[in-house]
């Protein structure tokens, strides 16, 4: 044997243990807590969902789930905390719909959902519902939108603010139903209903679950539902679809995210970790309770959804010249 030959062996006899070594050091992922960022306050239904499910998988993955609040900006705050993380799958966020919305809303953009996200997997959605006050006299969604190809933009609806969900689903609704509606934007759901029900504004378009206890307590009136099915906390009120709008949808989802370039196997553990905690009977209790519907998929079909959202909504938001608050 050469004097290289030998000195090639001597070294791959070190090297063996030694990479071998290495790779056993590297811990099995989790080895340490999770953060679960939510870009809202505490409290709402995004967070509550946030903490049902990171309890599931606190349980299943032998590490704290810690969820943390990083309400600002239309959740870019928590989605800028999110993308400066590094991607090893120790810093998660449950987003909605503002992560497809905010990339046209805002300008410059503040990052790019195909560069900067991973989705990992679809938890589910919860209804926009259109409600008017009791004492309305638009009784059915075809009504109300009579009232409004009779006299364009005199009817008017609120909203939780320039460019939220419920604003985006009313803009959708408004070109499938050839209306002209006048919108009143508000800072949050609650003073929005409470216009409606002093009669200063007509309608709302609202996460369902904000004007339940007002329905229940028979002081307002669900129009329509604009799931494609129709919700358990309101199985009286006709979907969107069901009132002459076929094909029509628009609700609030929720995805738990990550930041690009996340290991594959951190992916996959991570997606099916969430599967299991989304059958369990606690995280089905609390998003049912918010009037939602479980969403199973592969991570396959979350990475679908976000870019078939971000599509319809820099469309919508192009056309109807939308800013943010």
């Not at 809202?40 to 789930?65: M, P």
């Not at 075809?142 to 009817?155: E, L, R, T, W």
């Not at 009669?199 to 009136?221: D, F, I, T």
């Amino acid at each position: 044997m050469t004097s290289f030959n030998r000195r090639q062996a001597l070294a791959g006899l070190i090297a063996g243990p030694l990479g071998l070594a290495g790779a056993a050091a590297q811990p099995a992922f989790p080895s340490r807590p999770i953060r679960l960022l939510v870009g809202y306050t505490a409290g709402g239904a995004v967070d509550l969902i946030a903490r049902s499910l990171g309890q599931q998988l606190q349980a299943s993955l032998g590490q704290a789930v810690v969820v943390e609040n990083r309400p600002g900006a239309g959740t870019n705050v928590a989605i800028h905390a999110l993308t400066e993380s590094p991607p090893d799958g120790y810093t998660l966020m449950l987003a909605a719909n503002a992560l497809a919305a905010n990339v046209s809303l805002y300008h410059p953009a503040p990052y790019d959902v195909a560069r900067d996200i991973t989705p990992i997997a679809v938890v589910g959605r919860v209804p926009v519902v259109l409600a008017v006050a009791a004492s309305s006299p638009a009784a059915t969604l075809q009504q109300f939108v009579a009232s409004a190809k009779a006299k364009p933009m005199a009817v008017n609806f609120a909203s939780p603010g320039n460019g939220s969900t419920p604003h985006l689903a009313m803009e959708l609704f408004e070109r499938a139903a050839g209306i002209q509606l006048t919108h009143v934007p508000y800072k949050g759901g609650a003073q929005a209903i409470t216009d409606v029900l002093g009669g200063h504004v007509q309608a709302v378009a609202v996460n369902a679950l904000e004007v339940q206890p007002h329905v229940k307590a028979g002081k307002m009136r669900v129009l329509g539902v604009m799931t494609p099915q129709r919700t358990a906390i309101f199985p009286d009120a006709p979907t969107v679809a069901e009132s002459g709008f076929p094909g029509f949808e628009s609700s609030v989802w929720y995805m738990v995210v990550g930041p690009a370039h996340m290991p594959a196997a951190v992916v996959t553990r991570l997606h099916d970790e969430i599967e299991k905690a989304m059958a369990s009977p606690e995280v089905r209790e609390r998003l049912t309770s918010a009037g939602g519907e479980m969403l199973p998929g592969p991570a396959s079909a979350a990475a679908k959804l976000l870019q078939d959202e971000s599509a319809r909504y820099a469309k919508l938001i192009r056309e109807a010249n939308i800013k943010a608050d």
